[in-house]
Structures are given as structure tokens and as C-alpha cells.
């Protein structure tokens, strides 16, 4: 993971819980406790937190307020909201339906409030709780322990807890897609557990931002041929979209359906 990551889910992180221990960030991100310090370091001389014996807090109101600023924290949200209004054109009244963690995947859960009698699979809390107000929806979130960097559930029972269920329609949100490593996430602890949800799902609809084509994230997920289809932003790179045609892997973009006939 680049330091640039590190330092944008340490501050994600700092934001939510305001202090944490080297320790307990270490273990998250799984780095050494070194690299954590020279992180913390550095938000330290940006004046984002201040250091303390172990670890560090959060500093003052402006930083707080950006708790409460999405686009401080996602700069590609208007991204994911357009990315998201195509989604949501594939998913019709009645459909069960799996959404695996992640932003895009939650601008998604926002909006299923357009359609009726859904039954909505996911292990991440933030859409599960998103869902809550939806008049007519079913949500299920398996078990699990939580992961307080992607506010989902991993391990053996959220693994147990999706292999009890069956969906027409999985959205899988990945961080990495490259033309020779394929499909990528960067959380370790959620490898098992989107591998079990593309296995219960029919159609795997893959959900990528444009910032992560070409890139390649710590988890190998698989090759691109396990995608149905790929749902992101008319602005990734043209060599992507051959790519696809020529695997006659369906991409979505902007309302735009493009397919090798």
C-alpha cells in the first residue's frame, strides 16, 4: 500500500474514532509500527492530529467539521454518484440483491429506495443501516467481526452467514482492475468474504471507479473473466474498453450498455 493510501485511511480512521494506538492502526492496515509513526509524523506536522505516547488524537474543530464534509474525506464522490445512477438502472422492482462494501456500492444503497420489494444481501453496516428506511426492502447482514476500516463483517461466520442465501444480482465494488492481474481490493480480511458472494450470486455486475483501472490493490480477487459485467465512468482508458469487447464482458457506463455483438 502507498503512502498516500496509508495517510488517506489513517485520517478516515482519526475522523471517526479520534485517537487510536501505532498498535491498533498497524494491525489494521498491516504494516509495521515504524511506518505507522512516520505516518502519524506527518499528519502531525500538517497539523491534522497531534502525537502522544503510542499513538495520537485528533486535533481541533476544522477537522471535525470535515467529519461531516464527504468530499474532504471522498474527493470521487460525484464520481460514484454517477456511477451509481447506472447501477441502479439494472436492478428492477423484486430483485435480490448482494452489495459488497464500499462507497459506491453505499451511493448505490441511497437511491434503492426507487424501487419495490427488494431483498438486499450485504455484510457492510453503513448500507445495511442506510437500508433501514427503505418502506419495502428486506436487509440481511450476516455476522461476523467487524472491520472498522470498511465497516463491514469478515471471518468464518459472515463466510457461514452468505452461504445460506442466493441472490439474482451481486455488485462488487473493487479498487484495482488490471489488464494482467485482474480484479483487486485492497482489505485482506474481505478477500474470503466477497469470493464467497460472487459464488451465490447469477450475475456478478463488477463496480469501479475510473481511479481504479490500471491499478493493482494487495488482495488478488480474480481474473477479469469473472465479471457478468463492468459498471464505472465512460473515463477510463480505451484500452479497457477493447479489453472488454473483446472478452464480451458487458460495460456500463453512463447509461450506456457497450457489448462485442
Known amino acids: ?7 488517506r485511511i489513517i485520517k ?8 487510536a494506538t501505532v498498535s491498533e492502526i498497524s494491525r489494521m492496515l498491516s504494516v509495521s ?9 506527518s499528519l502531525d506536522e500538517e497539523g491534522f492530529l497531534t502525537r502522544t505516547h503510542g499513538g495520537a488524537i485528533l486535533n481541533g474543530a476544522e477537522n471535525l467539521e470535515a467529519l461531516n464534509n464527504t468530499s474532504d474525506i471522498d474527493p470521487e464522490r460525484q464520481l460514484r454518484e454517477e456511477i451509481s445512477e447506472v447501477a441502479i438502472y439494472l436492478i428492477n422492482d423484486g430483485d435480490t440483491l448482494l452489495l459488497s462494501p464500499g462507497l459506491t456500492n453505499l451511493a448505490i444503497a441511497r437511491k434503492l429506495s426507487r424501487k419495490k420489494n427488494l431483498v438486499v ?7 445495511a443501516e442506510e437500508l433501514t428506511s427503505h418502506p419495502s426492502a428486506r ?3 450476516p ?3 467487524l472491520d472498522p476500516i470498511t465497516h463491514s463483517m469478515f471471518g468464518p ?4 452467514g452468505l452461504d445460506q442465501y442466493y441472490v439474482s444480482k451481486a455488485f462488487i465494488e473493487i479498487d484495482g482492475m488490471h489488464l494482467k492481474r485482474g480484479f483487486t481490493i485492497k482489505h485482506p480480511s474481505q478477500l474470503d468474504v466477497i469470493k464467497k458472494m460472487m459464488e451465490i450470486a447469477t450475475q456478478k455486475y463488477f463496480v ?3 481511479s481504479a483501472f490500471n491499478q493493482i490493490s494487495f488482495s488478488h480477487l480474480g481474473n477479469l473473466d469473472l465479471a457478468t459485467a463492468v459498471i464505472t465512468h465512460p473515463s477510463i482508458p480505451s484500452d479497457y474498453k477493447k479489453l472488454m469487447f473483446e472478452r464480451n464482458i458487458t460495460l456500463y457506463a453512463s447509461f450506456t450498455a457497450y457489448k462485442q455483438i
Open 208 to 210: 469501479a471507479l475510473p
Open 139 to 141: 436487509i440481511i447482514l
Open 33 to 41: 509500527e515504524v511506518t505507522i509513526r512516520r505516518d502519524l509524523e
Open 143 to 145: 455476522g461476523g467481526d
Open 1 to 7: 500500500m502507498f503512502a498516500a493510501e496509508r495517510l
Open 157 to 160: 461466520p459472515a463466510i457461514g
Open 12 to 19: 478516515s480512521y482519526m475522523l471517526e474514532k479520534k485517537k
Open 121 to 127: 444481501l450485504t455484510t457492510d453496516i453503513r448500507i
